[in-house]
């Protein structure tokens, strides 16, 4: 179907390293070892570079061990995800048991690594743990990484006892900084690049190492700990008092404020705890990379993911964030949905239907892209409905960027044919003609969402009159879909997926915009026969880009040729709930979304750390289980 159309797909995957992804608002430590537990780097949102900014290190923290006089090591660790944003590992070395146990606490500029070491029950024993590290090689990711060239600087503070890494292009950009939740010895390696000793309060350049250690002697059944404090800021001040407030608080009440804001947010129990746990995980993680405030500005800004695993990290997509992400965040946070909400309508409806945004709103990637207007009415009619709350649609933000969302899919209206245009699909790639049939359905429940929008809104917003006049607009392109959207299949008359509106069609689906959501969102009965042969159709062979052989297959598509957790998701939703049983089993990325996956190895084959798709899915169960349970779903979910 590529029609000489210019396709940027992702490179696809031969091997991928383990790793644990954790986030606060503030900072994100994407790539933690699932084997060592090493932290490889931290990740901040920034508003000047319009972009994410990663701090690399060699790593930036891993714990090392010594016992009873033996040589330092690091441990043969085992992980506990059990807590996904408090990951724990423990080992065994020299009779002691050992914990390595992470956190970044909600509300703090920064992270907490704890090392506890505990002795036997019968003998003493005389540890030294240490904590080491490197800083700083600085990055900017908006799509592909690049260095950010200094000069950087790292510094023993005096004054906070920290170790501080300047990011500086003259002026500071970021910093990172490092301290002991007490006091334990915390140094930096003093010789500089000529070999010659600098006093230890220096600056030096960049990579620098610190280690921070302590020696204990333990009696049976004792234990020592220690906690390095990370913190981040716009420059090393802010970023040494950072580590300061964490200190102050202490390790065990961050690590357990960190459990219960995690506990909160998981959702309600299912019967199937592996099940749960793939949900659960999902959903965090979503909540946690798929948005995050700036480092600079602390605005909240919403991305497909923080973390430079993901090929287009650190940018934005409307769809991405208000269609894929937010009903998992609405399911479990509605005051935190009204603040994505928020974020977007006051930066994102700027440029509603644009492919891809900067943080700031500005356009990165041209394009207009149907599905991305439509997400905005989507997200708000969910959000009112779920959380009861109006005064949202009276704000001076929401009410401009809806206006601007109304213009730009009114905008797109074709008045010969009465679909809606569109450059490109929900895979981001040129549509092969104008009018797809996905999107005019999605722009359908759009302009449903509208209406009711119009009528909810509080005292004088309400507008009866735009209220009736968008349910208007919603039959009518209803007709129209129906008029030229329907072709002969091999099971009889189904939807096609794009028109021209003068009887040229395409026949294809996507997973990021499928027709197999039409029941879902609205726009048909779950049993009308045109539907009932599309979806037949988009799973037959009959279909080029259906289902692949093997163990678990999903529709694929010319921007990746493996099965699709989006597809998944679309299933679930549809109600095909076979997938509630082979999802534990799936591998992904470490347990969590990635955007295809091998077909018989489940292992991920594009799109690491898919952060808005992992709130997809985790929505997509959501739904299903529900359904299971009740035999319905509220009128929320399909136009979330």
Do not use: K
Not at 2 to 21: F, H, S, W
Not at 103 to 114: D, E, F, K, Y
Not at 207 to 218: F, G, K, N, S, V
Not at 287 to 300: E, K, N, P, Y
């Amino acid at each position: 179907m590529n029609d000489g159309r210019i396709l940027t797909v992702p490179d696809e995957l031969d091997a991928t390293d383990a790793v644990v992804p954790l986030a606060n608002e503030r900072l994100a430590l994407p790539d933690v070892d699932t084997r060592t537990g090493a932290v490889a780097s931290v990740t901040l949102l920034h508003d000047g570079v319009a972009g994410l900014l990663e701090l690399r290190g060699d790593p930036v923290a891993r714990p090392v061990v010594a016992v009873d006089g033996g040589a330092p090591v690091d441990p043969a660790w085992t992980l506990d995800v059990a807590d996904p944003l408090v990951p724990t590992w423990r080992a065994v070395l020299g009779g002691c048991e050992l914990t390595w146990t992470l956190a970044c606490p909600p509300g703090r500029a920064g992270a907490v690594l704890q090392l506890t070491v505990t002795a036997g029950d019968t003998d003493p024993a005389r540890a030294e743990l240490a904590i080491v590290g490197e800083l700083l090689e600085p990055f900017v990711h908006v799509f592909s990484a690049r260095p950010v060239h200094g000069p950087h600087r790292v510094r023993l503070d005096p004054w906070t006892d920290a170790v501080t890494a300047e990011v500086s292009t003259g002026l500071p950009v970021a910093a990172l900084a490092v301290r002991p939740a007490d006091d334990a010895e915390l140094s930096l390696t003093p010789d500089g690049p000529d070999g010659t000793a600098r006093h230890p309060t220096d600056e030096l350049p960049t990579p620098a190492t610190y280690r921070q250690h302590r020696t204990a002697t333990l009696e049976p059944g004792g234990s020592a700990s220690l906690t390095l404090m990370l913190g981040v800021a716009r420059e090393r001040d802010g970023a040494a008092l950072a580590c300061i407030d964490l200190a102050r608080t202490g390790a065990t009440p961050l690590l357990e404020a960190t459990r219960r804001w995690q506990d909160a947010r998981r959702g309600p129990a299912l019967a199937d705890p592996d099940l749960q746990a793939v949900r659960d995980r999902n959903r965090l993680f979503a909540l946690t990379f798929a948005a995050g405030h700036t480092i600079d500005t602390d605005a909240l800004v919403l991305v497909t993911s923080r973390s430079p695993r993901y090929y287009v990290s650190g940018a934005h997509w409307s769809r991405d964030s208000l269609r894929w992400a937010f009903p998992a965040v609405l399911a479990v946070d509605p005051p935190l949905a009204a603040d994505w909400l928020r974020a977007a309508f006051a930066r994102y409806a700027r440029n509603p239907g644009i492919h891809a945004l900067y943080l700031d709103g500005t356009v990165l990637y041209p394009g207009f892209e149907l599905d991305e207007a439509a997400a905005f009415p989507l997200a708000l009619d969910a959000y009112v409905e779920v959380s009861g709350d109006t005064a949202l649609l009276a704000e001076p933000d929401v009410r401009t960027g809806l206006a601007r969302v109304d213009a730009a899919i009114a905008a797109a209206r074709d008045d010969a044919t009465g679909l809606h245009r569109t450059e490109l699909l929900s895979s981001d790639d040129p549509a092969p003609l104008p009018f797809v049939t996905y999107s005019n359905a999605l722009t359908v429940a759009a302009l449903h969402a509208r209406a009711r929008l119009h009528r909810a809104a509080p005292g004088p917003h309400a507008d009866p009159h735009a209220a009736h006049a968008a349910q208007q607009a919603a039959d009518t392109l209803t007709a129209a879909i129906r008029s030229h959207c329907i072709v002969d299949g091999p099971a009889g008359p189904m939807f096609a997926g794009a028109t021209d509106g003068h009887g040229d069609h395409r026949c294809f689906d996507e997973p990021p915009g499928s027709l197999e959501l039409l029941a879902h969102l609205g726009v048909v009965a779950r049993d009308d026969p045109v539907f009932a042969a599309t979806v037949d159709w988009i799973w037959s062979d009959d279909n080029p880009d259906g289902p692949p052989p093997g163990r678990d297959p999903t529709p694929i598509c010319e921007h990746a040729r493996h099965p699709w957790l989006l597809a998944v998701g679309n299933a679930l939703l549809r109600g095909d709930d076979r997938w509630l049983t082979r999802l534990p089993r799936l591998p992904l990325d470490g347990g969590l979304a990635c955007e295809t996956y091998d077909v018989d190895t489940g292992q991920p084959r594009t799109g690491l750390a898919f952060a808005t798709c992992a709130g997809w899915l985790a929505h997509a169960i959501d739904v299903a289980v529900e359904r299971d349970v009740t035999g319905s779903q509220h009128r929320g979910a399909p136009t979330a």
